[in-house]
């Protein structure tokens, strides 16, 4: 009798076991994923900026709060008016160095060392920096450590110490960067192809070399931050877990008596423009199996008012259902990434660029099919379903903007720095969803113009067959070479090429 019952238990697990497979099947099979272009999106969401307080010291540093008490966190950025497209030609370098060492150099109260110690011991952060149009100071702690972080976070700013050791150290770090520039195709190919279409003397595409970062003196490093580090510069936003009024009263402490120097500095923009009106170029590469490639001209601003239909035409291009995927990669089969990009800028022209990566053996075919892409949409009309795909990609997307009050902030701030109005990316969104395909197609004539695109190829010459001389006109070869500085005992242990 005990078998028996045994027997049956048995065979009635048997029986659950496949009723639950089944159960567990059906969902499966009933929700068969769709095809991308059977995708759609629901309404926007509605975006709301957070409430902030916008003033200005007597210093003329901007000041932004915004509270945020999710957490017990606060953090800060101070955007600062300068950027290495100031710094001297022959000192290329020179900017990102000072915003290094401005925070590894210790400040005039605290050593390196010890702020490094009592910052790792509270979790906090204090970082500084300087990019191509800007540079920014910055800070995360805790709530309970927030006037001690900001007192150091302030100290960083007004009263960086530029050790000598930091400031040697930093130089040695910039030298191994460019040692090493060369080692990765895809850096050579955005480096050299900024070159080609700035030029490479211009502020936006020249580079370090060993010559320049020698030139760098701790007197060059001071000078740099005393010209642009200045309240009059900077536009300091703070968000979090913070009482407004306290929060007050600690900048007022920390930076009223900031004073700006008595000079003026000239606020001109570096201009730019395009240096090879088209033409065809190889960094030839012996050793490589595919080659990057790159093609495109100088763009815009964001300023442009036909910017949003360009964001439009790069939703038309790119992506899962772009025009570009869709040929190249998906019916030619020719790369397995591919791109082309309406890029602008704040305040300087853009790119338009186009490009990815293929087999040497497909070179060819993958420039010339990007060429016809790129004309096709200059000269046909697109559908209404890209139109309402790329659309909706954008608009959709657009939440993302504000996922968090820091990132909200920031963008208030960055805004002001150029010169934008704050609801600079509510208008964007407003004449995304305004843009027709006519808009699309007057935009595609108007800016992409194929006579002045430059083909920028990182390739093996010999591998890539066709020749790149099919695709019309001479071949320059771009040489990619690392100079070594003079007499200088790094030349045996610096690698190039």
């Given amino acids: 009798m005990k078998k028996r019952f045994q027997s049956f238990r048995a065979i009635g697990l048997?029986?659950?076991?496949?009723?639950?497979v089944f159960t567990f099947r059906m969902p499966a099979i009933a929700q068969t994923p769709r095809h991308y272009d059977e995708l759609t999106f629901s309404a926007a969401p509605t975006i709301k900026i957070p409430e902030y307080e916008r003033y200005q010291l007597s210093n003329g540093m901007v000041v932004y709060l915004m509270e945020d008490r999710q957490f017990p966190l606060v953090s800060g950025t101070a955007l600062i008016r300068t950027g290495s497209r100031l710094e001297p030609p022959d000192k290329v370098g020179l900017a990102v160095i000072t915003g290094t060492v401005m925070r590894t150099g210790g400040t005039q109260q605290h050593p390196a060392d010890k702020l490094d110690?009592?910052?790792e011991q509270r979790a906090a952060i204090v970082e500084t920096s300087i990019g191509m149009d800007s540079g920014?100071?910055?800070f995360n702690a805790l709530s309970q450590d927030i006037d001690l972080v900001f007192?150091?976070?302030?100290?960083?700013?007004?009263y960086p110490a530029f050790a000598s050791d930091k400031i040697e150290l930093a130089k040695t770090q910039r030298r191994g960067a460019i040692a090493r520039r060369n080692d990765d195709p895809g850096a050579i190919a955005n480096r050299e192809f900024q070159k080609l279409i700035y030029g490479e003397t211009s502020p936006y595409a020249r580079i370090e070399e060993y010559a320049t970062i020698d030139r760098i003196s701790r007197e060059d490093i001071i000078n740099f931050?005393?010209?642009y580090v200045r309240p009059d510069r900077t536009i300091l936003?703070?968000?979090?877990?913070?009482d407004p009024a306290q929060m007050?009263?600690?900048i007022e402490k920390a930076f009223g008596d900031w004073q700006p120097p008595s000079t003026k500095l000239d606020n001109a923009i570096p201009p730019a423009s395009q240096k090879y009106q088209g033409g065809v170029f190889l960094v030839d590469r012996p050793q490589l199996t595919q080659s990057n490639i790159r093609i495109g001209h100088l763009g815009g601003d964001f300023r442009n008012p036909d910017y949003p239909a360009l964001s439009v035409l790069n939703g038309v291009l790119n992506g899962f259902?772009?025009?570009l995927f869709n040929d190249l990669r998906s019916r030619q089969g020719l790369a397995y990434s591919v791109y082309g990009y309406w890029d602008p800028k704040y305040d300087y022209p853009g790119l338009f660029f186009a490009g990815g990566q293929t087999k040497s053996e497909t070179t060819v075919p993958f420039v010339k099919s990007l060429l016809s892409e790129i004309e096709r949409v200059r000269t046909t009309p697109i559908t209404e379903k890209e139109l309402n795909y790329a659309k909706d990609s954008i608009l959709n997307s657009f939440v993302f903007n504000f996922e968090n009050p820091n990132q909200t902030l920031s963008r208030l701030m960055r805004y002001e720095y150029f010169g934008y109005p704050e609801d600079f990316i509510f208008q964007y969104q407003r004449a995304v969803k305004a843009t027709t395909i006519q808009d699309v197609q007057r935009v595609a004539q108007k800016y992409l113009k194929p006579d002045r695109i430059v083909t920028l190829i990182v390739g093996n010459a010999q591998a890539i067959q066709p020749s790149l001389s099919s695709l019309g006109g001479e071949v320059k070869i771009v040489d990619i070479s690392i100079p070594q500085p003079a007499q200088s005992s790094r030349q045996a242990t610096t690698k190039e090429n």
Wanted: glycine residues 12%; proline residues 0%.
């Fill in 136 to 138: 920014t100071a910055s």
């Fill in 151 to 158: 007192d150091l976070f302030a100290e960083v700013i007004r």
């Fill in 321 to 323: 259902g772009g025009r």
């Fill in 14 to 20: 048997v029986i659950v076991a496949i009723a639950l």
């Fill in 248 to 250: 007050k009263a600690a």
């Fill in 117 to 119: 110690e009592i910052l």
């Fill in 237 to 242: 936003g703070i968000v979090g877990d913070f």
């Fill in 225 to 227: 931050y005393q010209t």
